[in-house]
C-alpha cells in the first residue's frame, strides 16, 4: 500500500477515514469505526444533501412523484450517503425511504415506458432494473430494509434475461443483456445474500449475473473479445465517480464483493486497473460523472466527491482499488499485466 492510501486512514475527513479503515484495516476495532462512522453525520457532505428535504422529510425537487432526478432525487440522495459511510438504522430517513417504496411500487414504474414487455418475449422484461439493484444495496447499508425489499428483490429474479443480466433496452432486436443495467443489481442481490438471505433463487440469480460479466472478463465482449463500449454512458475502462453504473472500478469492487476476485476472468481487468496506479500515489477519477453544484442542476451533486483528473489521486477510489487488490490472494500478478504483482505490495 502507498503512503498516499496508507496516510488515508488518518484523513480529517470521517467519510475518508472510515472508509480506509473498513477497508483496507486488517482488524480494525468496532470503536474506531464506529467513532468516524458517527462523525460522518455532521460532515459538510452529508449536511448538504439532506437540506433539501421538505417538512414532512421527503425530498421533492420539483413536481415530479418519483424520487429518481438525476443526480439529486432521494435515490440519489441515499446511494451517496451509503457511499460516504453514513451509520445505519437512522429513523429520520424513513420518509425519504417511504418515498423511494412509493416510486418503485408506483403503477407508472410497473408499466410501459418505464417496464415493458414486448410480444413473445415474456423471458425478457425491459426495465432499468439498475434503479432496484441500487436501492436493494443502500438500504442495507443504511440498514434501512424492512419488507418491502423483499418486493425488490423478486422483481429482479423475476425479471432476469436468460443469459444472467437485465436490460431496459425497448429494441425487440435487443437479445443480450445491458452491462450499466446488471452490474448494479448483480451488486445489490449479493448484498441480500450477505445480509443473511438464502434462498436458492437468490442465489441462482447472483450465480448467473457473475457469470454474464466473468464470460466478458468484466470489460470485453464475449463473442469477439472487443472491448465493451456501450451505447450510452461513459467509456467503462476509466475509472468514473462519483456516479457508477458500469465501469472498471466498479465491476471489479463488485467481484471482489462476491469473493470472485481470484477468477482468472478477471486478471485483465485487474492489470488494466493496475496501469492506472499514479506515481505519486493513489488512482485517480478519469470521469467525473457528476458535478457538485449548491443549486438543482442537470446531472448535479450536492455533495464534494474530491478531486478529479488523471494525474491527482481521489481518497475513495483510491480506497476501493487498493481494497480490490487486497482481496487478490496470490503474491504475483494474476494475470498477464506483472504491474498487477507489484500493486499487490503497494
Same mark, same amino acid.
Given at each position: 500500500?502507498?503512503?498516499?492510501?496508507?496516510?488515508?486512514?488518518?484523513?480529517?475527513?470521517?467519510?475518508?477515514?472510515?472508509?480506509?479503515?473498513?477497508?483496507?484495516?486488517?482488524?480494525?476495532?468496532?470503536?474506531?469505526?464506529?467513532?468516524?462512522?458517527?462523525?460522518?453525520?455532521?460532515? +459538510?457532505?452529508?449536511?448538504? &444533501? #439532506?437540506?433539501? @428535504?421538505? $417538512?414532512?422529510?421527503?425530498?421533492?425537487? *420539483?413536481?415530479?412523484?418519483? =424520487?429518481?432526478?438525476?443526480?439529486?432525487?432521494?435515490?440519489?440522495?441515499?446511494?451517496?450517503?451509503?457511499?460516504?459511510?453514513?451509520?445505519?438504522?437512522?429513523?429520520?430517513?424513513?420518509?425519504?425511504?417511504?418515498?423511494?417504496?412509493?416510486?418503485?411500487?408506483?403503477?407508472?414504474?410497473?408499466?410501459?415506458?418505464?417496464?415493458?414487455?414486448?410480444?413473445?418475449?415474456?423471458?425478457?422484461?425491459?426495465?432499468?432494473?439498475?434503479?432496484?439493484?441500487?436501492?436493494?444495496?443502500?438500504?442495507?447499508?443504511?440498514?434501512?430494509?424492512?419488507?418491502?425489499?423483499?418486493?425488490?428483490?423478486?422483481?429482479?429474479?423475476?425479471?432476469?434475461?436468460?443469459?444472467?443480466?437485465?436490460?431496459?433496452?425497448?429494441?425487440?432486436?435487443?437479445?443480450?443483456? +445491458?452491462?450499466?443495467?446488471? &452490474? #448494479?443489481?448483480? @451488486?445489490? $442481490?449479493?448484498?441480500?445474500?450477505?445480509? *443473511?438471505?438464502?434462498?436458492? =433463487?437468490?442465489?441462482?440469480?447472483?450465480?448467473?449475473?457473475?457469470?454474464?460479466?466473468?464470460?466478458?472478463?468484466?470489460?470485453?465482449?464475449?463473442?469477439?473479445?472487443?472491448?465493451?463500449?456501450?451505447?450510452?454512458?461513459?467509456?467503462?475502462?476509466?475509472?468514473?465517480?462519483?456516479?457508477?453504473?458500469?465501469?472498471?472500478?466498479?465491476?471489479?469492487?463488485?467481484?471482489?464483493?462476491?469473493?470472485?476476485?481470484?477468477?482468472?476472468?478477471?486478471?485483465?481487468?485487474?492489470?488494466?486497473?493496475?496501469?492506472?496506479?499514479?506515481?505519486?500515489?493513489?488512482?485517480?477519477?478519469?470521469?467525473?460523472?457528476?458535478?457538485?453544484?449548491?443549486?438543482?442542476?442537470?446531472?448535479?451533486?450536492?455533495?464534494?466527491?474530491?478531486?478529479?483528473?488523471?494525474?491527482?489521486?481521489?481518497?475513495?477510489?483510491?480506497?476501493?482499488?487498493?481494497?480490490?487488490?487486497?482481496?487478490?490472494?496470490?503474491?504475483?500478478?494474476?494475470?498477464?499485466?506483472?504491474?498487477?504483482?507489484?500493486?499487490?505490495?503497494?
Amino acid at each position: 500500500m502507498d503512503q498516499y492510501i496508507y496516510g488515508l486512514q488518518n484523513a480529517a475527513d470521517p467519510s475518508i477515514a472510515y472508509r480506509a479503515l473498513r477497508r483496507l484495516e486488517e482488524t480494525p476495532s468496532d470503536d474506531r469505526l464506529q467513532r468516524q462512522q458517527r462523525r460522518v453525520v455532521d460532515t +459538510s457532505n452529508a449536511q448538504r &444533501l #439532506l437540506s433539501h @428535504r421538505q $417538512l414532512d422529510g421527503t425530498i421533492r425537487l *420539483g413536481n415530479e412523484y418519483h =424520487a429518481y432526478r438525476k443526480f439529486q432525487g432521494a435515490h440519489w440522495t441515499l446511494a451517496a450517503l451509503a457511499e460516504l459511510g453514513y451509520p445505519p438504522g437512522d429513523p429520520s430517513l424513513m420518509p425519504i425511504v417511504n418515498q423511494i417504496h412509493q416510486w418503485l411500487s408506483h403503477p407508472k414504474h410497473l408499466r410501459p415506458p418505464a417496464t415493458e414487455v414486448i410480444s413473445r418475449q415474456g423471458d425478457r422484461v425491459r426495465r432499468c432494473a439498475s434503479q432496484e439493484g441500487l436501492a436493494i444495496w443502500y438500504l442495507h447499508e443504511l440498514g434501512l430494509v424492512d419488507e418491502r425489499v423483499d418486493v425488490l428483490v423478486s422483481r429482479l429474479i423475476d425479471y432476469q434475461w436468460p443469459d444472467g443480466g437485465w436490460n431496459c433496452d425497448k429494441n425487440p432486436s435487443a437479445r443480450t443483456s +445491458s452491462v450499466q443495467e446488471t &452490474l #448494479l443489481p448483480l @451488486r445489490g $442481490l449479493a448484498r441480500h445474500l450477505e445480509a *443473511g438471505t438464502r434462498e436458492p =433463487a437468490i442465489i441462482g440469480a447472483v450465480d448467473a449475473a457473475a457469470e454474464f460479466f466473468l464470460e466478458r472478463r468484466l470489460l470485453w465482449r464475449h463473442r469477439d473479445g472487443v472491448p465493451i463500449k456501450p451505447s450510452w454512458g461513459r467509456d467503462p475502462m476509466l475509472i468514473q465517480w462519483p456516479i457508477r453504473l458500469y465501469d472498471i472500478l466498479l465491476s471489479l469492487v463488485v467481484m471482489a464483493e462476491l469473493g470472485r476476485i481470484k477468477d482468472p476472468r478477471c486478471a485483465d481487468a485487474l492489470g488494466v486497473l493496475a496501469g492506472k496506479h499514479l506515481k505519486s500515489g493513489g488512482f485517480p477519477v478519469e470521469a467525473r460523472t457528476a458535478n457538485t453544484v449548491d443549486k438543482v442542476a442537470s446531472r448535479g451533486t450536492f455533495a464534494d466527491w474530491g478531486p478529479s483528473g488523471r494525474n491527482q489521486p481521489n481518497p475513495f477510489v483510491s480506497i476501493d482499488a487498493a481494497w480490490v487488490f487486497s482481496r487478490v490472494s496470490t503474491p504475483k500478478a494474476p494475470g498477464p499485466s506483472s504491474e498487477t504483482g507489484a500493486l499487490l505490495a503497494f
